[in-house]
């Protein structure tokens, strides 16, 4: 599947087939949501590509260690993610950039305050890279993109930061030799 030539529907077909690979069907933590309690909760409605991927599940699916956040109920949803970033003061939620930006909606948690974020603004947002001591970045990617490159394969990320030279150390459990990767600064431009 190339991202830029997906349609919404050949993305959301194929968004659902990998839901179908990856989730328990019987697991009621990924069936879908209604909307008006998190759009309720953010102050906006989703944009309409978002919404459909949540229609299929309930996040949980897609890029990062968890896939898209919940917008189910629990303490790591799309509302509350967010709303605790928008209300917090610097440094507070792990981010020294405040005030947090009102409709950047923190969609991803890569782990290590690493957030990939969709760009409200527009039904097309961009992703943007939200990194903690770093500036937010525009990746280059819409959600559509964004989305049909992880199902195309893509490691995106590796594609969210300039390589920085690894280093070997030590495991303390196992005392084997172990990579450590390092990460860059995060790649493409300034947001907003």
């Known amino acids: 599947m190339s991202p830029n030539r997906t349609t ?27 909307f008006a309690v998190p759009e309720a909760r953010l102050g906006f409605h989703l944009p309409p590509l978002l919404r459909r991927a949540y ?70 947002g961009p992703i943007v890279t939200a990194s903690n001591g770093q500036p937010f970045v525009s990746t280059g990617h819409t959600l559509r993109s964004w989305l049909s490159a992880w199902l195309a394969g893509v490691d995106l990320f590796e594609e969210m930061f300039e390589p920085r030279p690894s280093r070997v150390g030590i495991n303390s459990f196992t005392k084997q030799p172990l990579v450590i990767k390092g990460q860059g600064k995060p790649r493409g431009v300034a947001w907003p």
């Open 8 to 34: 919404d529907d050949e993305l959301v077909r194929a968004l659902q087939e990998r839901v179908t690979d990856l989730v328990d069907a019987d697991d009621p933590s990924h069936a879908p949501y209604p």
């Open 55 to 124: 229609e299929i599940a309930n996040g949980g699916v897609g890029p990062g260690i968890h896939g898209l956040l919940s917008i189910g109920e629990g303490k790591d949803t799309l509302a509350t993610v967010y709303r605790s970033f928008v209300d917090s003061t610097p440094g507070e939620a792990g981010f020294d950039q405040y005030p947090w930006p009102k409709l950047l909606l923190p969609i991803c948690d890569w782990g290590c305050a690493i957030w990939s974020c969709l760009d409200c603004r527009s039904d097309d």
